[in-house]
């Protein structure tokens, strides 16, 4: 049973350029939540997607981010207009239910660099 | 939501010592916490859980306690070795996780 899977694992932008980062999460999980980190930071919760539902965006900026977990295919996190502060390591994790009775696991990161 | 923080950033510790690691957080009315263990270029790795109704969880090498009366958790890990050189961080969970800072702990040789 692979582990939850993100790619890519390094992502250089351009100012101005749209990132897009995916996250696959472990079989039979429906629950995806995204994290950012700065360096030398703890985790900063972003938002918490089921299939096709966003439960809790209250970690997103207002601008420029978005997510979506659809039917079918991994979640996506999408930045439009990157601008170099929001390089940044980006953490997917997924549970089977919420946090609070289950799990999360994490996958590995991508890297975004904003040059 | 929760906010949990932690007492140290940095602990140096020497090999085939205890490491004990703290964290402190906001809301009474939490109930579940996890550890985490996160190696350089690596996601959070799970170490340990405790729910509020108890205090003290053991698993292997890594002791989780619990106290609600002052709202601190602490993490113990017997015998450090290399291998644990890590950033350590508490989250309280909800339906989310809410994480401190970090403590960064490097076993010395």
């Known amino acids: 049973n692979a582990g939850v899977m993100q790619n890519p694992r390094h992502l250089v932008r351009r100012r101005g350029q749209e990132a897009r980062l995916r996250c696959s999460p472990m079989k039979g999980h429906s629950h995806v939540y995204w994290y950012r980190q700065l360096p030398e930071e703890g985790l900063k919760f972003m938002v918490y997607l089921q299939k096709e539902n966003i439960i809790d965006e209250s970690g997103m900026p207002k601008e420029r981010f978005s997510a979506e977990f659809p039917k079918e295919g991994p979640s996506i996190l999408r930045i439009q207009q990157v601008v170099r502060g929001d390089s940044a390591a980006y953490f997917c994790?997924?549970?089977?239910?919420?946090?609070?009775?289950?799990?999360?696991?994490f996958g590995q990161g991508t890297r975004l660099t904003v040059v | 939501g929760e906010s949990v923080g932690l007492h140290l950033p940095t602990l140096s510790v020497q090999e085939g010592d205890n490491s004990i690691i703290n964290c402190a957080y906001s809301?009474?009315?939490?109930?579940?916490f996890i550890w985490y263990k996160q190696e350089s270029g690596k996601g959070p790795q799970f170490i340990i859980d405790i729910r509020s109704n108890m205090d003290k969880r053991q698993g292997q090498r890594v002791t989780v306690l619990l106290n609600k009366t002052v709202k601190h958790l602490s993490l113990q890990i017997a015998a450090t070795q290399p291998g644990d050189s890590a950033v350590y961080f508490c989250a309280g969970a909800d339906y989310k996780l809410s994480f401190g800072a970090g403590t960064t702990v490097t076993v010395r040789a």
């Open positions: 994790a997924s549970s089977l239910g919420g946090t609070v009775n289950t799990e999360a696991f």
């Open positions: 809301n009474s009315a939490s109930d579940y």
